[in-house]
């Protein structure tokens, strides 16, 4: 069964701290793999996609590595701000061709920065 | 803002009531994605249209339905709803349907089943 599990599944740290977040994935066969970060009450906003031949990704102070072989990602934010407090979420695209109707959405991990 | 509008905002309603959840997509996206995200629980794919076409089905009960229209924009109809409907409901939309084309999310519609 296709499943992403996300840890933690709350972290809290001060503003300032980097922190990373792990995603477990057994999508198979594996196409990408994505990044969201959800505020409160508001739609995921994307924030990185890697194919399954790309190792890093960053996009400002995210940084997500991906190893297609252990099958694991992370998530790394450098120099944390209060408004990184959000949920963020995993996400595997299967690759069995067709829609992209087939995403698979982890849990998310809930991050709070605190000041 | 990603573009893509949802209405209404909020929605309160009883069991057993119907009601019709509106997306419009991006300017010139051509695909639009459902979504159903429970209190703590991970987003759970609906349905897919592309160009008015279903593409995709996923974990969509025989009580809601969906269609996309000739100017691209979306409803999701909820019938003979229950407590467990209750659940902020996403409406997100894609270019075209590439494997790597990135979704765009709607700000959502949070639906209270009383």
């Known amino acids: 069964k296709n499943q992403v599990e996300q840890s933690p599944q709350s972290l809290i740290i001060l503003e300032g701290k980097n922190c990373t977040l792990q995603c477990n994935y057994t999508v198979s066969p594996f196409s990408n793999l994505r990044w969201y970060k959800q505020d409160t009450g508001r739609g995921p906003v994307s924030l990185t996609i890697?194919?399954?031949?790309?190792n890093t990704k960053s996009n400002g102070r995210y940084t997500a590595t991906l190893d297609a072989d252990t099958k694991q990602s992370s998530l790394h934010i450098t120099a944390s701000q209060l408004s990184d407090s959000a949920s963020y979420i995993c996400v595997a695209r299967p690759n069995s061709g067709g829609s992209q109707g087939n995403l698979i959405f982890g849990k998310g991990t809930k991050l709070s920065v605190k000041p | 803002d990603s573009g893509v509008t949802q209405t209404p905002k909020h929605l309160i309603t009883a069991t057993g009531q119907r009601v019709t959840l509106r997306c419009s997509p991006r300017s010139g996206d051509l695909s639009v994605y459902w979504y159903q995200q429970s209190l703590d629980q991970g987003l759970q794919f609906l349905i897919q249209y592309y160009n008015g076409e279903e593409r995709a089905k996923g974990n969509i009960l025989e009580r809601f339905s969906a269609q996309q229209f000739p100017d691209l924009h979306s409803e999701l109809n909820l019938s003979s709803l229950e407590l467990g409907d209750s659940a902020l409901y996403f409406c997100?939309?894609?270019?075209?349907?590439?494997?790597?084309?990135?979704?765009?999310f709607g700000p959502g519609t949070r639906l209270t089943v009383l």
């Open positions: 890697m194919t399954f031949s790309e």
């Open positions: 997100a939309s894609s270019s075209r349907d590439r494997t790597y084309n990135e979704q765009f």
